[in-house]
């Protein structure tokens, strides 16, 4: 087999290939072989059909039969042989036609990752923004906590008012006759919650319990029953309960109920795990500024398969923090075209960033030594509470190896950076400040 490569771009390669003859009439014999035990010609028995008469009625599916192969075979030895690794689906560009007798050539390109020379990658100079701890935001995240263990409770309150919870029976009525679906008992309604035909809630504000009361509203034009949009009607309605919304006290029974000893030991947790989040937010945003520092000294193109492949790790990831949440990618309103066009450019900054960072790797000579992957391994399990050797089953897989030694060998390379940067501190601009209290 005769391999030439061309170099297209630092991104991509073309390899011609040329399959000898032999090799040619012996996928052919395979394919006429595999044709002849189904194949049916008046005159002629399942697998007796000779060579010549099946040349001439099944030709054209031998020859593409035999062609998958023939590429198959010689394009994955093509690379491996060149010593090129594809960082995404060979594509055959132009190909010949199979023929006995005669040598097969064909042409595919494939993508491949650049090879890098880091430039200007010591002695970056990087803003740091301070973390600036606000005392408000224990107050903020305690009301929260005690807002999420409200309860509904019956009041001693005579009338009901909205933010309150109503049980009610109803009959609605249109022209003084019963319509379907249009009563209920027991119904439990949170007044302002909009859940009903507008009009509806508003009216129940201020009843009694056990009074009973009609209520007059009209459909919307747009009611999803045909039959009843844009008419007028008349609901029968007894408030049978009212119940409010409880909030409990923020005090140390509260702190109990979170696994506290006591509100003080609650509060210092709470302002523990704030600093501890606010400090990773401003590592991870100098990280990020590093990158794009970084980025904008070295300017290159990156393979498209790497950007698919890592918008796909995106969405993957992104998809199940909205399943724990119950949501899904349909409920925002999007899908996969228009994620992919949502986040294309950060999938290409991520892209970029784990090159750069593979290059200096090389550059520097840096290496994972097996006690650091056994260390993270360790870790693994003790932040998991999964048995270490669960962990280390796991990582027997190469695949899954070959990561964590690329996630420990790119914190390296970013320590290094950081340890070689000149990093200056600076003020957190103020409505940042006021975005992280809301988002806490």
């Known amino acids: 087999m005769n391999v030439t490569v061309e170099v297209l771009s630092p991104i991509k390669k073309k390899l011609s290939l040329e399959i000898p003859a032999e090799t040619v009439d012996a996928e052919l014999d395979k394919a006429y072989k595999k044709i002849a035990k189904t194949a049916e010609i008046k005159g002629f028995r399942k697998g007796k059909v000779p060579r010549k008469i099946l040349e001439q009625n099944y030709g054209p599916r031998a020859q593409y039969d035999a062609a998958g192969p023939l590429i198959n075979n010689s394009l994955y030895k093509a690379l491996l042989d060149n010593e090129i690794e594809a960082v995404s689906q060979p594509e055959v560009v132009n190909s010949g036609v199979v023929e006995a007798g005669k040598p097969f050539t064909y042409e595919a390109e494939v993508e491949v990752r650049p090879e890098l020379t880091v430039k200007d990658y010591t002695g970056l100079e990087l803003e740091k923004e301070k973390f600036v701890f606000d005392e408000t935001v224990v107050d903020q995240q305690l009301e929260q906590m005690a807002n999420s263990r409200m309860q509904l409770e019956v009041t001693s309150r005579k009338k009901a008012r909205e933010g309150d919870t109503v049980i009610i029976d109803f009959e609605g009525f249109i022209d003084d006759s019963p319509f379907d679906n249009g009563a209920a008992t027991d119904f439990e309604l949170s007044l302002g919650s909009n859940s009903f035909i507008p009009g509806f809630e508003d009216q129940i504000v201020g009843m009694k319990r056990d009074q009973e009361k009609d209520i007059t509203v009209t459909f919307p034009e747009g009611y999803g029953a045909k039959e009843l949009a844009g008419k007028p009607a008349v609901f029968k309605v007894k408030v049978k309960e009212i119940k409010e919304k409880v909030v409990p006290k923020i005090d140390d029974n509260l702190a109990k109920e979170l696994d506290a000893e006591n509100l003080a030991e609650l509060k210092e947790r709470i302002k523990e795990n704030t600093i501890e989040q606010g400090t990773q937010q401003a590592d991870g ?148 400040i006021d975005s992280d209290n809301e988002e806490s």
């Open 285 to 432: 945003q100098l990280q990020e500024n590093l990158m794009n520092a970084l980025i904008e000294k070295n300017e290159f193109d990156v393979p498209e398969g790497m950007v698919t492949n890592q918008l796909h790790h995106l969405k993957d990831s992104f998809t199940q923090r909205l399943k724990a949440q119950g949501m899904s990618l349909e409920m925002l309103g999007m899908n996969e075209e228009t994620f992919a066009t949502t986040y294309r450019d950060m999938a290409v900054q991520q892209v970029k960033g784990e090159l750069i960072l593979d290059a200096i790797a090389a550059q520097e000579n840096m290496t994972v030594e097996d006690s650091e992957v056994e260390a993270k391994m360790e870790e693994y399990a003790a932040n998991s509470e999964i048995p270490l050797d669960q962990v280390k089953k796991y990582f027997e897989n190469q695949s899954a190896l070959a990561g964590l030694k690329g996630q420990l060998l790119q914190e390296r390379v970013t320590k290094f950076l950081l340890d070689n940067a000149k990093i200056t501190e600076v003020e957190p601009k103020k409505e940042e």
